[in-house]
Every structure is written in C-alpha cells, then in structure tokens.
C-alpha cells in the first residue's frame, strides 16, 4: 500500500469523495484499509436501527407501526450478544434520533444490559428531538463525556426537566446547544439556570431564557450564535437588561443573531447591547403589528453599532395576521423612504429581507439610493409577498438601477408599478450583471402590457425564473409575462448568434455579449 495512504487526512479526504455502498465494498475487500473505512461509515448515523440490528436476530423483530418502522424486543440480551454491536459503537461520532424507532420495552432493556454506562461512549454530537411522551429520559445512556453538542426537545414534565437539568454538572464542555423547550415558569427556570452552569458555549439556541441566563449569556467570550425564538409575552426589556448587562461588554464575539419577539421594540432593547464589530446576520422575527415609526427608531439603533459596517444580512419580518386599522391610520404602518434611510449606512448588505404587515411605499429613487448603497446585494426582498394598501411607486425603472449598480443579485422580491409606459435599458458596456438574477417575485403588482414587460426583462436579467402561477386574476398577466419571456430569451439568443457568427447550440449567451457587438457593428459602419 502506498505511504500516503498511511496519512489519516488523506485517506479521509479520499473516503469523504465515495460513496456508502464503495466504502461498504472496500472495508469488505481490503484489510489494509477497514478500520478507516469503518470509521467514515459509521461516523454520523441518522438512526438506531442500523447499530442494534447487529444484536443476534432472534433478540428483535422489526414491525411496522402507524406507517414507520419499529424494533421490538423479543427476548433478554445476554453479555455476549454485544460482540458485534462493540465491534462499531465506538465508531459512532454523531447521532440523530428524530422518532420513536424503538419500543418502551427496547429502550428499557438497552439502560439495563448495557455493559458500558453509554451506548455510543465517543458520541460527539446528539440530536434527540423525540416529541413522543416518556421517551427523553432513555437518552441518557447517549450523554457520553465526549459529547460536545446537543439538540434536545424537552417536554413540559418531571423527568425531562430533571435529568436536563444534571448536564450543567455532567457535561460543563459542551458548546453547541440547541434546547426547544415548553415556556412555562418553571420550565424556563430550568433551563435558564442550566445554562448557567455553562460557560464554554459557541452556539446556542433556546425557546426563551430568564434575565440572570440572559446576562450570563452576553458576558460568554465564545459565543458566535444566539437563537431566541420565544413568542410568549417578553421577559427581555431594556429596563431588565441594563442593570445585569454593562454597557458596551453584552455579546462580544458575535456573528450570528436570531431574535422571536412579540414586538419590535422588545427585540431591538437586546440588539441595543450588542458590543461585538463582528456581528454579520441579523435576523428578527415580530408577531405584533408595528408602526413605521418604531422601525425607524430601531434602524436608527442598528445603524450606531458596532457591527453596522461589517453587518451583511438582515432579515425583519412581521409573521401574524394584519390587524384591524381604520383606513386613516393605515399609512402610519407602511415603511417609507424616510423609514429605511439609516440602513443605507449598511454598506455591506449582501442579503436584505424586509416583511411588515402593511408593505411599503417606495419609489424609483429610493430604490436606486438603495442600488447605489448596497452594490454587493445578491438577495433582496421588499415585502412582495403581501398585498399592498397603496398602489405601488416604483417601476421597472427601479429594476434598471439594480441591474446597473448591483452585479451579484441573484432573488428579488418587489411589488412594482409595471403599467405602460415600459423604459429602455441602457445598452453601455459593462451595466449589466448578465445572468446574475434567477428569482424575480413582483406579488400582485400592476401590469399593463404583459409582452412589453416580458421584452423589457428579456434584455435586462436574461437568466430569470418565473414562478407565478394563474391561480387569481392578479396572477394570469405575469404567467403570461413568463411564458413570452422565454420566447424573447431565445430570439434574442438566435440573433446574438447571428452577429457572431456562431453556429452552436448553445442557448447561453448573455446580452452584454449582444451589446458589444452591436457597439463594435456600429464602430465599423461608421468608419
């Protein structure tokens, strides 16, 4: 065997380009090579079945239960039975458990003729998202002292909550933590001072937390990624987080935030406090209906951060119903020039998501500041998805400005005014990002001329998607835009093929190849 098939790192770079059935030949096949092989098959495991199945055959029957299948224990395990199972368990680095594949009885006789204390005793990784009832406490016998991360779903009960919380105590090296849990008192008072008892943590994601776990979670040196996903009626408010937080030392390593709030203003308080210049996906999801004043308010505090330059995607969107509001009111809920404008200081957006429940009202020159602003956008979403109160501002001409300005932008979402007239594109060299832009979702926007609209994109983001269907009558006129837009795609394409002289199939070519040699045909003649 060669040398470097000696070198552990080659030969794992080498089994993670084959697949399972080529590495389930070679550990059979090659002696040399077996243990390595053994150790990427068995490495991250998706289910229990695979390992138990290696107990004698007449100890289980698998059966198929509500549509699934489950192991069954048919007779007591004796100590020599494990031999083949002890043959690959310590191979096993990561384990999800996502239904209940074992029976009661199975996960019982595992706790209790186990030779080991843990069934996988180099378990790293545990991902136990069981919702059944009574099934958590069996993963006990997976939290090997190896374990570095843990996903848990917890049940609103006793036993779940006391063995949860033991792990501050048993496992006080774990880093990557993801708990979804019930919000009842006690609940979150479990699993705030169990995090407590955790000071090395990276990454963390829980349901909600009190203010003491809060405060201890802000101080952590390492953490990188925080979710809150809690709905319920907010614990974090900045009269309780100022106390327990100093200022300007909340958070500061980092780089990945994610905030479920009531509202607006209950998010921001704990964005507020965020030290760390590191700071680059931003992500806050609200149930309450806020007024366009209070978003202004909280772009304002985003944009006198740390990490406002280095900030590169950031996501608000409003996920409930839209409440009853008097016609005379509505315009105080919908997002203007005004209220966007701190985020034009955001120079380094890449991906830009804003949802509120009313919309916004933009015109074309806003959306060119905001072209001119963000040229590395690739990902762009200006609340299309609900139905405006207002007739839309902006027109195709916006979609100029995109394509001029910002050359990576691959999705947009954005309701526009496509009624006649349609503009012309600019044909100067190097104004177009070609076949950047795949996604364009106008929602229910205004069409006039459905095949002006499909000739107009056809020549600006030739490589479009279209993904509008003709459920409603809203629908038709952009499904017909779609349909012609691929119509135009191909002439367009036959005619560049044309100039060039080339005679392929290929229907790839981009327009700013059509423009050049339009210009340079232009040039000639001339002379």
């Keep these: 065997m060669h040398r470097c098939l000696e070198i552990p790192e080659v030969l794992r770079a080498i089994f993670d380009q084959l697949n399972?059935?080529?590495?389930?030949?070679?550990?059979?096949?090659?002696?040399?090579?077996?243990?390595?092989?053994?150790?990427?098959?068995?490495?991250?495991?998706?289910?229990?079945?695979?390992?138990?199945k290696c107990l004698p055959p007449h100890i289980w029957e698998e059966i198929v239960e509500d549509?699934?299948?489950?192991?069954?224990?048919?007779?007591?395990?004796?100590?020599?039975?494990?031999?083949?199972?002890?043959?690959?368990?310590?191979?096993?680095?990561?384990?999800?458990?996502?239904?209940?594949?074992?029976?009661?009885?199975?996960?019982?006789?595992?706790?209790?003729?186990?030779?080991?204390?843990?069934?996988l005793p180099s378990l790293r990784t545990l991902a136990w998202t069981l919702e059944e009832d009574g099934f958590f406490p069996f993963c006990r016998q997976f939290l090997a002292p190896t374990l570095c991360n843990v996903t848990l779903v917890l049940q609103d009960c006793a036993p779940d909550l006391s063995l949860f919380s033991t792990l501050r105590i048993s496992h006080p090296q774990l880093t990557n933590i993801a708990i979804e849990g019930p919000t009842s008192t006690s609940s979150v008072r479990v699993v705030s001072h169990t995090v407590c008892g955790w000071k090395f943590i990276k990454k963390l994601t829980v349901t909600t937390l009190d203010e003491a776990a809060l405060a201890h979670v802000a101080r952590l040196p390492q953490l990188q990624e925080l979710q809150i996903q809690s709905h319920v009626p907010p614990i974090i408010s900045e009269r309780r987080l100022a106390a327990p937080i100093p200022p300007g030392q909340a958070f500061p390593a980092?780089?990945?935030?994610?905030?479920?709030?009531?509202?607006?203003?209950?998010?921001?308080?704990?964005?507020?406090?965020?030290?760390?210049?590191?700071?680059?996906?931003?992500?806050?999801?609200?149930?309450?209906?806020?007024?366009?004043?209070?978003?202004?308010?909280?772009?304002?505090?985003l944009a006198r951060l740390p990490c406002s330059p280095s900030l590169t995607s950031l996501s608000l969107c409003q996920r409930s119903n839209r409440p009853s509001i008097p016609g005379s009111a509505v315009d105080k809920y919908i997002l203007t020039p005004q209220t966007i404008a701190p985020l034009l200081s955001l120079?380094?957006?890449?991906?830009?998501?804003?949802?509120?429940?009313?919309?916004?009202?933009?015109?074309?020159e806003t959306l060119h500041q905001m072209a001119v602003a963000w040229p590395h956008l690739e990902n762009l979403e200006l609340g299309a998805e609900r139905t405006t109160p207002r007739f839309p501002r902006a027109t195709l001409r916006a979609l100029v400005y995109l394509a001029e300005?910002?050359?990576?932008?691959?999705?947009?979402?954005?309701?526009?005014?496509?009624?006649?007239?349609?503009?012309?594109?600019?044909?100067?060299?190097?104004?177009?990002?070609?076949?950047?832009?795949?996604h364009l979702h106008t929602g229910p926007s205004p069409i006039g001329t459905p095949a002006l609209v499909a000739a107009f994109l056809s020549d600006v983001f030739s490589a479009i998607v279209f993904g509008h269907r003709p459920d409603t009558a809203a629908d038709r006129p952009w499904a017909e835009v779609g349909r012609l837009f691929?119509?135009?795609?191909?002439?367009?394409?036959?005619?560049?093929?044309?100039?060039?002289?080339?005679?392929?199939?290929?229907?790839?070519?981009?327009?700013?190849?059509?423009?050049?040699?339009?210009?340079?045909s232009g040039d000639d003649s001339d002379s």
């Excluded at 209940?100 to 706790?111: I, N």
């Excluded at 954005?414 to 070609?434: E, K």
């Design 20 to 52: 399972r059935r080529t590495l389930a030949s070679l550990a059979r096949t090659c002696q040399g090579l077996r243990d390595p092989t053994l150790d990427v098959l068995w490495r991250s495991q998706k289910s229990l079945l695979p390992l138990l």
């Design 67 to 119: 549509k699934r299948r489950v192991l069954r224990i048919r007779h007591p395990i004796a100590p020599h039975d494990w031999k083949r199972v002890h043959l690959y368990n310590y191979r096993v680095k990561e384990l999800a458990v996502e239904t209940a594949e074992l029976d009661v009885d199975f996960f019982r006789t595992l706790e209790l003729s186990a030779p080991g204390p843990f069934l």
């Design 254 to 301: 980092l780089r990945h935030l994610v905030i479920g709030s009531d509202t607006i203003q209950s998010a921001f308080s704990l964005v507020a406090h965020i030290s760390s210049s590191h700071l680059r996906h931003l992500h806050i999801y609200t149930q309450q209906c806020a007024r366009a004043s209070l978003w202004e308010e909280s772009f304002r505090i």
């Design 347 to 364: 120079r380094r957006l890449a991906d830009l998501v804003l949802q509120p429940l009313f919309g916004l009202d933009l015109d074309d």
């Design 405 to 438: 300005h910002c050359p990576q932008l691959n999705s947009l979402q954005l309701a526009l005014d496509a009624t006649d007239p349609v503009p012309r594109f600019s044909r100067r060299r190097n104004t177009r990002p070609g076949h950047t832009l795949e």
């Design 486 to 520: 691929h119509v135009f795609r191909s002439v367009r394409a036959e005619e560049a093929r044309c100039w060039t002289g080339d005679d392929s199939d290929s229907d790839d070519v981009s327009d700013s190849d059509m423009s050049d040699d339009d210009e340079s």
